[in-house]
């Protein structure tokens, strides 16, 4: 059986939302140079390691919204989109989340669908003014 590594992840995760492993280090606040040298480390060190626990976390997210049919580009807004608000009522994104290293996979899920249902609502307003939207929202669903 073979052993996932951290570049497995990398790479799935560069193929589902189409950006490069800088993009992604940035995204989850981590250096391209810390991914780079533990790519091919097995994803068993999540526990100790925070390239694999960030990476991993971004993974879930994009799991999710590539499993539900989202395309590229609005699986990159909803990791992006600043649509979660804490109790400072301070606004963040997946991404944000991610690099605090506090919330569970299931949380920034959670996260996530919130700034798809953001994404959803802009669209929806911004149909009245561009029919052809309501058929690329449809196609994105």
């Known amino acids: 059986m073979k052993q996932v590594k951290l570049g497995d992840i990398s790479k799935y995760i560069s193929e589902h939302i189409n950006v490069s492993d800088k993009f992604i280090c940035e995204l989850i606040g981590i250096t391209p140079a810390s991914l780079s040298s533990q790519k091919q480390e097995p994803i068993s060190q999540i526990a100790r390691n925070k390239v694999c626990r960030r990476l991993m976390n971004l993974y879930v997210v994009t ?18 989109a600043p649509s979660y608000q ?54 994105a669903i």
Request: contains cysteine.
């Open 86 to 139: 804490d109790l400072r009522d301070n606004f963040f994104s997946v991404a944000t989340a991610i690099q605090q290293d506090k919330y569970d996979p299931e949380t920034l899920i959670e996260i996530g669908k919130l700034a798809y249902e953001d994404f959803q609502q802009k669209m929806e307003a911004k149909d009245d003014l561009f029919p052809f939207v309501k058929d690329v929202l449809a196609k």
């Open 63 to 80: 799991h999710y919204f590539a499993q539900h049919g989202l395309d590229s580009g609005v699986i990159l807004s909803c990791v992006r």
